[in-house]
């Protein structure tokens, strides 16, 4: 059973940067391809970003391409998003998953057996 803990939300003006953290416990992190989703209220939840076992493969969503960055540190059993140019669209809760998929990349939630608690981001205009 894997454990993440997601931390560094916040809030912040539009323009701003952040940088999510997700510490996973319980399993061999090396093993999970990790990602990060986000849930704004009424709506479903979205794909932000994922990346793979040794962090050679990364994939981000169209919504964040290019002002969003995912990595991880595996010495450190954390993944993180950070997160720059930050608009008020960009206001959600923020979530880390952990999947044991064979695969490079995995960018729905149900490929996702482990999550986090969330984290909330909320950008002023």
Not at 87 to 110: G, H, L, N, Q, W
Request: charged letters at 15%; proline letters at 2%.
């Amino acid at each position: 059973q894997v454990q993440l803990v997601e931390s560094g939300g916040g809030l912040v003006q539009a323009g701003d940067s952040l940088r999510l953290s997700c510490v996973a416990s319980g399993g061999t992190f090396s093993h999970y391809v990790m990602g990060w989703f986000r849930q704004a209220p009424g709506k479903e939840r979205e794909f932000v970003s994922t990346i793979s076992w040794g962090g050679g493969y990364t994939y981000i969503g169209d919504s964040v391409k290019g002002r969003f960055t995912i990595s991880r540190d595996n010495a450190k059993n954390t993944v993180y998003l950070q997160m720059n140019s930050l608009k008020p669209e960009d206001t959600a809760v923020y979530y880390c998953a952990a999947s044991p998929i064979d695969t490079r990349v995995v960018v729905t939630a149900r490929g996702y057996n482990y999550w986090g608690q969330g984290t909330q981001v909320t950008v002023s205009s």
